[in-house]
T-cell receptor
Framework: DGGITQSPKYLFRKEGQNVTLSCEQN?????MYWYRQDPGQGLRLIYY???????QKGDIAEGYSVSREKKESFPLTVTSAQKNPTAFYLC????????????FGDGTRLSIL | AQSVTQPDIHITVSEGASLELRCNYS??????LFWYVQSPGQGLQLLLK??????LVQGIKGFEAEFKRSQSSFNLRKPSVHWSDAAEYFC????????????FGRGTSLIVHP
């Protein structure tokens, strides 16, 4: 079945460490997204990409970086510059028409050690 | 700019009771509207969507939603709630005008009492 796979499910970061969250999709979607979710704050867009080798900052991109070297993959790196990284991170993909819904992975929960 | 408001942060219902979750949007033209559900520790799953035509839309898991242009609303309903419906529900508006990025409401948490 087609879908989005996020890994790992749980991740722990030490002070000063960069960590990378994986997101892979086999839906042949052009667009991919990263969201951060904190209790009571809904979904906040970190980065999104419409095409390979191109991506755009969302509302809260500071302290994060992404790459889009393959259509299927959109990894997110949480850098040491992100001072409050503890959150639930969701990856999504979709077509590039506004009437096309997003498909979500099951998320990665990142915590600080 | 478009926006989505879910006025209720939490809703508590008894199992078997009916449910209505509110969603109001701000957008100039006819929007593309979605409802998603998120179970604890999981991603979002699409419940239903509205693009045009019949204003009453049927979705999965026995949910339906009604688009009311005059009220700028797209409320989600279910006639009889099951304990497994306890989750977070998000309303979203599909973007237009060159952007494909949807706008999400902040979500409504549904609590189901036995």
């Amino acid at each position: 079945d087609g879908g989005i796979t996020q890994s790992p499910k749980y991740l722990f970061r030490k002070e000063g460490q960069n960590v990378t969250l994986s997101c892979e999709q086999n839906l042949n979607h052009d667009a991919m997204y990263w969201y951060r979710q904190d209790p009571g704050q809904g979904l906040r867009l970190i980065y999104y990409s419409q095409i390979v080798n191109d991506f755009q900052k969302g509302d809260i991109a500071e302290g994060y970086s992404v790459s889009r070297e393959k259509k299927e993959s959109f990894p997110l790196t949480v850098t040491s510059a992100q001072k409050n990284p503890t959150a639930f991170y969701l990856c999504a993909s979709s077509g590039t028409q506004p009437n096309q819904p997003q498909h979500f992975g099951d998320g990665t929960r990142l915590s600080i050690l | 700019a478009q926006s989505v408001t879910q006025p209720d942060i939490h809703i508590t219902v008894s199992e078997g009771a009916s449910l209505e979750l509110r969603c109001n949007y701000s957008y100039g033209a006819t929007p593309y509207l979605f409802w998603y559900v998120q179970s604890p520790g999981q991603g979002l799953q699409l419940l239903l969507k509205y693009f045009s035509g019949d204003t009453l839309v049927q979705g999965i898991k026995g949910f339906e939603a009604e688009f009311k242009r005059s009220q700028s609303s797209f409320n989600l309903r279910k006639p009889s709630v099951h304990w497994s419906d306890a989750a977070e529900y998000f309303c979203a508006v599909g973007a237009t005008g060159g952007s494909y990025i949807p706008t999400f409401g902040r979500g409504t948490s549904l609590i189901v009492h036995p």
